[in-house]
Each structure stands twice: as C-alpha cells, then as structure tokens.
C-alpha cells in the first residue's frame, strides 16, 4: 500500500473508534470498515476484503488496527482474553488513548469545516454506522452482515455461520427489542435467514 493509504485507513479506525465512545472490538471494527468499503468509494479504493472464518476480513485493516505506522499510540490493542468465548470471537479490542482522543476531536474539527461533500457524506455514515452497529452482540451483527445477499461470496467461509442459523430466532427477538428491526418485519428477517443457504 502506498503511504497515503495506510494513513488514511489509520484515520479511518481513529475515527470509527472515536466514534464508538473509544472502545470497540475488533470483529465490530472490521464489518463497520466492511460496510463502510462496500458504499463509499473512496474507502473501496484503500483496501481489499475476502471471505474469512468471520466473514468478510481485510488484513490490511487487521495489520492497522494492531500495528499502526503512522497513528501511533493512539489507540491500544487489547488481545482477547482466552477464556472467555466472546472475546475470542470478537478478536479482542481497541481502546482510545489520550493521545487518540485529541487528535480525533481535532479531525473531526477539520473534516466537518471541509468543503468537500464527499467528506461530509462519509463523516454522516460513519456516525450512522457506528451508532447501530456498535450496540449490537456479536451474533447479531453477524446476522445482519451474513443473511444479506448482497454479502453471500463474503459469507460462506465463515466458521460461526452455524452457530448463527440455530440461533436466529432468538438472535431476531434481540434486534427487535434493540429496535434494530421493526416488530411488523419478523417474518420477512426470518425468511431471509432460511434464504440464506450460502451459509449451510
């Protein structure tokens, strides 16, 4: 990657993860990228992703995430505590640091005072992203991503994709409860989850 990429993807997940309060898992991390790479495309331009045991992955965004050139100290990378399932999935986390909280009130300060429309429409879909999909398990974030079509080359080699299918019923009760999917759309998730047959 050119240099100006792997600061911009470093900006990219200061400000995802200032976004998220300053902690921020790296399983959520990842798919808020994913989502964010699928429709904006000057994130589609930074980096690649591919199927994974998780679902859709970027290394790149991995690498950055623990091992950043350029946003030093900025954030730290809590690994996963090993006995503890959750954590093991969620691939540990990210925690701001005083340092990363500076910078990112400084950036927003000067993103939100450009005249670029395209920096504006990226700032309003991280702050939309991140508000919905950071207050989500992981189980129903992998949901959401896994039984979208639009998502199924990025779906199939996912390890946890059974564990998902079992549990859906309960998994769409909690969306609903979070307000994430509306009561009258049940039974439309719920065909969508039996449609999903890239996942069996």
């Not at 939100?112 to 920096?119: D, F, N, R």
């Not at 079509?149 to 969306?175: H, Q, V």
């Amino acid at each position: 990657m050119e240099e100006e990429e792997i600061k911009n993807i470093e900006y990219l997940i200061l400000l995802i993860l200032g976004k998220a309060g300053g902690k921020i898992s790296v399983l959520h991390l990842q798919k808020i990228f994913f989502i964010l790479w699928k429709f904006h495309p000057q994130v589609k331009n930074l980096v690649e992703f591919a199927p994974h045991l998780k679902g859709p992955y970027s290394s790149d965004v991995e690498e950055l995430m623990k091992n950043p050139h350029y946003l030093e100290e900025c954030w730290e990378y809590v690994p996963p505590n090993r006995n503890s399932q959750k954590e093991r999935i969620e691939g540990g986390y990210l925690k701001i640091t005083k340092r990363g909280e500076n910078l990112y009130e400084e950036l927003i300060d000067k993103l939100l005072t450009s005249q670029k429309e395209e920096i504006h429409n990226l700032i309003t879909a991280i702050n939309l992203i991140v508000s919905i999909y950071k207050k989500l398990e992981w189980d129903e974030l992998l949901l959401l991503l896994y039984t979208d079509e639009e998502n199924k080359e990025f779906s199939k080699k996912s390890a946890l994709s059974d564990s998902i299918l079992k549990n859906a019923e309960e998994i769409i009760d909690r969306l609903i409860i979070k307000g994430i999917i509306p009561e009258e759309k049940r039974e439309k998730m719920a065909k969508r989850v039996k449609k999903a047959v890239w996942l069996g």
